[in-house]
């Protein structure tokens, strides 16, 4: 069964500094992984996506997977208020039945 | 519309009594899922349906019904409510399983058990 675990669980980011997420998951077999972003009373969205090893970068967003240590990780750049969320990271494969999410950490951004 | 809809947003329900939860979309999506989400737990998955094939996970496959009338609609059932079923539950869908395209979320029901 897949694991999929975020560290750290909470995090808290100057305004204009940088957060760094971190994900680690079990299955060799992954191929997908995700972020999504939830705000508090809505419901999670999808923040990017990243299918191949190394960087992906979508604004102030970078996503960098490393299938062989099994990790994934996000860095916001120039954190802004409005990025105090939790975070979740899923991951899927081919074949798989639906995304499997991690347990997410939440990002304070202090003014 | 990129919108899932959740009746209702919070509900509350008896120990033994039964507990039908509402999800719908307008964006044609062929897989819907439910999640339940507790506080501090990754959300879970329980069960999705991809067109008109239902699956439901191995541990919760007695504990969770559901039906999907056509494209638009689905809903989760628990027929004797513990209070260990109190919990956020998200609905969700996608275009084909979700893997290589987005996920939408709707913004979920608190349910309570007393």
């Known amino acids: 069964q897949q694991k999929v675990q975020q560290s750290p669980e909470s995090l808290i980011v100057p305004e204009g500094g940088m957060a760094s997420l971190n994900c680690t998951f079990s299955d060799r077999n992954s191929q997908y992984f995700w972020w999504y972003r939830q705000h508090s009373g809505e419901g999670p969205k999808a923040l990017m996506?990243?299918?191949?090893?190394g960087d992906k970068k979508e604004g102030r967003f970078t996503a960098h997977l490393n299938k062989a240590s099994l990790h994934v990780s996000l860095h916001i750049k120039d954190s802004q208020p409005s990025d105090s969320a939790l975070y979740f990271c899923a991951v899927s494969y081919q074949g798989g039945r639906a995304l499997i999410f991690g347990t997410g950490t939440t990002v304070s951004v202090s003014p | 519309d990129t919108t899932v809809k959740q009746n209702p947003r919070y509900k509350l329900a008896r120990v033994g009594k039964p507990v039908n939860l509402i999800c719908s979309q307008t964006m044609n999506h062929d897989t819907m899922y439910w999640y339940q989400k507790k506080p501090n737990q990754a959300p879970k998955l329980l069960l999705f349906y991809y067109d008109k094939i239902l699956n439901r996970e191995a541990d919760t496959f007695e504990k969770f019904q559901s039906s999907r009338p056509n494209n638009s609609f689905c809903s989760l059932y628990i027929g004797s409510a513990g209070l260990e079923y109190s919990a956020m539950y998200l609905c969700?869908?996608?275009?084909?399983?979700?893997?290589?395209?987005?996920?939408?979320f709707g913004k979920g029901t608190r349910l309570t058990v007393v």
């Open positions: 996506s990243i299918f191949s090893n």
């Open positions: 969700a869908s996608s275009r084909d399983h979700g893997q290589l395209t987005e996920v939408f």
